[in-house]
Structure formats: structure tokens, C-alpha cells
């Protein structure tokens, strides 16, 4: 606690140290910078943290963030609708889009198995896939024609999370892929590069 610092000055730095990934010090370099900021620049950011969550929520088919009902990858008729990325969280989305290498859908589980956690397949959205996967059957999709590409970072709760996706859907005959391992054991998708992602989406193979 830096206490001949003004306590509005102080309350800033402790809530950019709540902030992921930054500590202390990183936390006392952008509360100055906001100091030293024009107003203009300070009451902008003042407004886009303030109005972060109005209107969002999540999409009520992939569970990805959107300001609508749908969110725009699943509005998008001119995806692959018969292909579905499992991802863990809505920032693995943000990292597989840049790539630009895919072109299916999405589905965000909010999260990995970790029976330590607490955190079931009660938690997820994992009885949501397999609705979706079935929605699909009846609608006249081929079993064979169906594609569940499973994205969870290469971390033991993903790997864990993986493969009880395989044996969920196995009843179902669709094709169940693992992301390539162009990820490093234990990195998250939201840290790699669009070239490792790139190589990683290419080279998914079947997941037994």
C-alpha cells in the first residue's frame, strides 16, 4: 500500500491488480498513464468499461458472447453448418478466427473437467453440444458427414475434457477430431500464433 499516494490514485491501482496478468507494477504504470492522460482519453475508457456488459449475453447455440439472441458466426449460412469446434473458452473463438483457416461452427464449453474443481459436465455446455449433434441427425445430415473438431488446450483437464467428448458422441457415428499438436503441451490457444493455430487446425486427425 502505497500510502502517500491520493486514495483515489490508490483505488486505481488496486482494481488494475485484480486484472489478470497484471501485477503491482504494471498496475502503477497505467493508473499513471490515465493521470497524465487528456480527459477525453480517461472518459472514453471510463464509458467502454462501464457499458461492457450492456446488451451482451451469450449466443443460445454456441454459448459465444453476442449482442444478440444469435451471435454472427452462427447467423453466417455461409459456414460449414456440419462442422463444430469445441472450444474451452470465448477468447480460443477470438484466436481460431484470426487464422482464417476455418469456416464451421463454434461451441464454447465455458470451461474444462476438473473433477478437483468441482467442475462436472453439469457445469459446461457439454449436454448443449449433444443436443446440437443430434438437432443435426434430424435434420437429414449424415452421420458420417458430421464433423466435431475437439479444441481444448493441450492441458491434462483438456486432454481429460477430449476424451470424455469422444465417448459422448461416439453413439452418434460422427466424426471426432483432436486439434493437430502444433500447440505446446500445457499452452493455451489464446497464446499461440496464427501460424501454429493455422498448422494445428490442418492437421487434426481423427480422435480414438
Do not use: W
Request: aromatic share 6%; proline share 4%; with cysteine.
Amino acid at each position: 500500500m502505497n500510502s502517500f499516494l491520493p486514495e483515489s490514485i490508490q483505488k486505481v491501482i488496486d482494481e488494475f491488480s485484480r486484472l489478470p496478468g497484471i501485477g503491482p507494477k504494471s498496475a502503477q504504470r497505467l493508473a499513471m498513464y490515465l493521470l497524465q492522460s487528456p480527459e477525453m482519453r480517461v472518459d472514453a475508457l471510463a464509458n467502454a468499461v462501464r457499458d461492457v456488459k450492456n446488451g451482451l449475453s451469450f449466443c443460445v447455440v454456441c454459448f459465444n458472447i453476442s449482442a444478440a439472441r444469435k451471435c454472427r458466426i452462427c447467423e453466417d449460412l455461409g459456414r460449414e453448418q456440419n462442422q463444430i469446434c469445441v472450444v474451452e473458452d470465448i477468447l480460443d473463438v477470438v484466436a481460431l478466427e484470426k487464422t482464417r483457416q476455418y469456416r464451421g461452427l463454434y461451441h464454447v464449453l465455458h470451461g474444462v473437467l476438473s473433477p478437483v474443481d468441482g467442475v462436472g459436465p453439469e457445469q459446461l455446455k457439454i449436454e448443449d453440444l449433444k443436443m446440437r449433434v443430434q438437432e443435426l441427425l434430424a435434420s437429414g445430415i449424415a452421420a458420417g458427414e458430421i464433423e466435431v473438431i475437439v479444441a481444448t488446450n493441450p492441458s491434462l483437464e483438456g486432454e481429460t475434457t477430449a476424451m470424455y467428448l469422444t465417448r459422448l458422441l461416439k453413439p452418434f457415428a460422427v466424426k471426432v477430431t483432436r486439434i493437430a499438436r502444433g500447440l505446446p503441451a500445457g499452452g493455451d490457444l489464446d497464446y499461440a500464433d496464427e501460424i501454429t493455430l493455422t498448422r494445428a487446425l490442418q492437421g487434426r486427425m481423427d480422435y480414438v
